[in-house]
């Protein structure tokens, strides 16, 4: 039936008209208000003591460390504009999201890895911390994953949330809202 259809026009993930009963409303949101909860949370826990591990644990003076801080920080605002790019022009929001958070959560298990697993941890003493050359290349490798993820899911998760309700259903304007409440 014509009603159990969108009627924007929107489309599902095999580019046929999206079927309102089995795909949309809060069946995705969850996932998307969940991912982006992660998310956040995930950059703003580690940016808050970013300087402080740079400074203590790769041996990087304030100075170095808070414009180490601050490019990795600008990178995570500047991605997004990639991320934007290639939805648009070729893939669609889903895969980017996708695509994207995996790039994401490779970069944060890498920053994980580097704090806890003992040879990509520099190691300490009571004079301070020697990283290797190896190590810090690795820690702004995982930081630079974690900013690319960034690009693709910033730009692209808050209207892909408003692609899960029919602008043209009074119903699901109400749920719309909702959803940008929670968001």
């Known amino acids: ?17 999206a079927n309102k009963n089995k795909t949309r409303k809060w ?60 939805a648009d022009a070729y893939l669609g929001r889903y895969w980017i999201i996708v695509i994207f958070s995996i790039v994401y959560c490779v970069g944060m298990t890498l920053l994980t890895m580097i704090a806890s697993v003992e040879g990509l941890n520099p190691s300490c003493d009571e004079n301070g911390c020697d990283p290797t050359k190896p190590q810090v290349v690795v820690c702004f490798l995982a930081l630079y994953l974690i900013a690319l993820g960034t690009g693709g899911i910033k730009p692209c998760v808050s209207s892909f949330g408003a692609d899960q309700f029919d602008a043209n259903d009074e119903a699901e304007k109400k749920k719309k809202s909702s959803f940008f409440n929670w968001f």
């Open 1 to 17: 039936m014509a009603e159990d259809y969108a009627s924007d026009g929107t489309v599902n993930s095999h580019n046929n008209p």
């Open 27 to 86: 069946k995705a949101c969850c996932y998307i208000l969940g991912n982006e909860c992660c998310e956040r949370l995930a950059y703003y826990g580690m940016s808050t003591n970013l300087v402080n591990y740079l400074q203590i644990r790769l041996n990087q003076g304030n100075v170095t460390a808070s414009n180490n801080v601050t490019n990795w920080s600008g990178t995570c605002y500047i991605t997004p504009l990639i991320g934007a790019f290639l």
